[in-house]
């Protein structure tokens, strides 16, 4: 049920958004028509500390030309193309926005952007990682969830937003309760959805239409909000940072078998586990080079079984280093006192070579944004190959992100 609109009220800014791809039209949405899961990603697995989980592309992004630059005047009309939402027509520059999660709430971060008004779960958008960087800062005190036991649509009418940057397949698989008309309502009365789910590659209904790259879809939101030269700034940091990175990395034959599991509770005795994929939240382990402990195995990714592991089953694995999700909301003493402590202490994972050679350490989080994949990145690097230089130059973040170039 909607909230009641005037229909003749008083147009504001955002009503200049348009949505002009053929996309929502006919209920035509790529990936819509795949069954929905009515696991909420806000529901499980849950953790009493923790945040939760996240192929190839099989389309390319052609339905459109993006016309904006940096150059241009607020005022002129410009257009972006982004797969599955098609061309999303501009008659100004969104000023407010809504984000997914953590991975576009960081590129908006690095365009220099106020921070967004909801993301799918506020505690999942691991601000302290901006701690790292000296003059960066985000206050999330004031962000609402978007899912709070439900996703309501009166919650986007009471939010207002400009923009949502929020792949709407998302919307309607992940959760029950939201179909094409909904999605529609929304263009119409309050802004246009423009998003990707790019951080995992796993879901069903993502198989018939193409991903992005970190770095694609950044430029593709600094294209929307016309801040084009702040991306091709952080590209450039990239560039010097993978050129840092790369002789940190060790040669195939010395790199680490890794395997990624999300730990249940903070004495785990069960893990989900997750196949390292092409998504944005492994970019991290793609960079590093690690070696998948589970890919040889029969053990089937979280995102398609939903099912979790053992210890016994884990231990048959027996992976050099274990990569634990679900706990960046603990600091890394506070994660080593509890959740390594409970393993040592436990019979069967005390047997593990991870543990026994205390090589069990913090994942890092599903979401990854230019300036938090640099971040984990770098710490990750100091766990495996204890790198103890920094990689990439923080006063070069910041100075783009406040917008000196």
Known sequence: MQPEHDGDRTPTRRRLLQYSGAAIAGGLLAGCLGTNDDTSEGATPTNTATQTPTDTPTETDTTATDTPAASESPSESYSVSLVPVGEVSFEGVPETWVANNGSWADMGIALGLEPPKAVWLTNRYHTDYYDAIPGVSVDKSEMVSLYQDSVSQERFYALDADIHVIDPNFLMNRFSGWDDEDIAAIERDVGPFFGNCIYAQ???WHSDYRYYTLYEAFEKLAQVFQ???YFEAFEAIHDDFQSNLAPVVPGQGERPEVAVLWGVGDQPVEFYPYVIGEGTGFKHLHDLKVRDALASTDIKDFHGSR???DLETLL???PEVLLLRGYEGLSESAFEDTVVASLEEHAT????TAVDNGDVYRAGGLYQGPITNMV????TAR???GVEAELFDRERVADVVNGEF
Request: net charge negative; hydrophobic share 40%; charged share 25%.
């Open 383 to 385: 766990h495996l190959y």
């Open 316 to 318: 048959d694995v027996d």
């Open 227 to 229: 801040r084009t030269e």
């Open 349 to 352: 994972a005390s047997a593990l």
């Open 307 to 309: 099912a979790a592991i």
């Open 202 to 204: 796993h879901y069903p």
């Open 376 to 379: 984990l990145t770098e710490r």
